[in-house]
């Protein structure tokens, strides 16, 4: 699986970007999507996550508490394409964002995203908020 990510750019403190990954391959409807961030000095955080849709029941969704109300993540598996819709953005959101793709069975609604769950990554975009 490729993964190429975009989106990303700079943009004034309040202000809105979208990003996306798009996945190579045909299982992108039966693997779970995330976004990560790569604060310097600091672990790889995971950002959102978005669960398959392969069984036809509705994604679970994950968010860090830092995004949580201004994030959305959704997918379109006819475009094989994960989306990261950022709102509100903040200064402290400014870094590089990667997406990636796993293979989690069985997808608790409880799952924190880890980022050795993660087996392809996308090449990273960087966002950029001014103050």
């Known amino acids: 699986v490729q993964l190429q990510a975009s989106g990303g750019g700079l943009v004034q403190a309040g202000g809105s970007l979208r990003l996306s990954c798009l996945a190579s391959?045909?299982?992108?409807?039966?693997?779970?999507m995330a976004w990560f961030r790569h604060m310097p000095g600091r672990p790889r955080e995971a950002v959102s996550s978005?669960?398959?849709?392969?069984?036809?029941?509705?994604?679970?969704?994950y968010y860090a508490d830092s995004v949580k109300g201004r994030f959305t993540i959704s997918r379109d598996n006819a475009k094989n394409t994960v989306y990261l819709q950022m709102n509100s953005l903040k200064p402290e959101d400014t870094t590089v964002y990667y997406c990636a793709t796993a293979e989690i069975e069985p997808y608790y609604k409880s799952y924190v995203p880890r980022y050795y769950d993660f087996h392809s990554w996308g090449q990273g975009t960087q966002v950029t908020v001014s103050s």
């Open positions: 391959g045909r299982t992108f409807s039966s693997s779970a």
């Open positions: 978005i669960s398959s849709e392969s069984r036809g029941s509705e994604a679970i969704r």
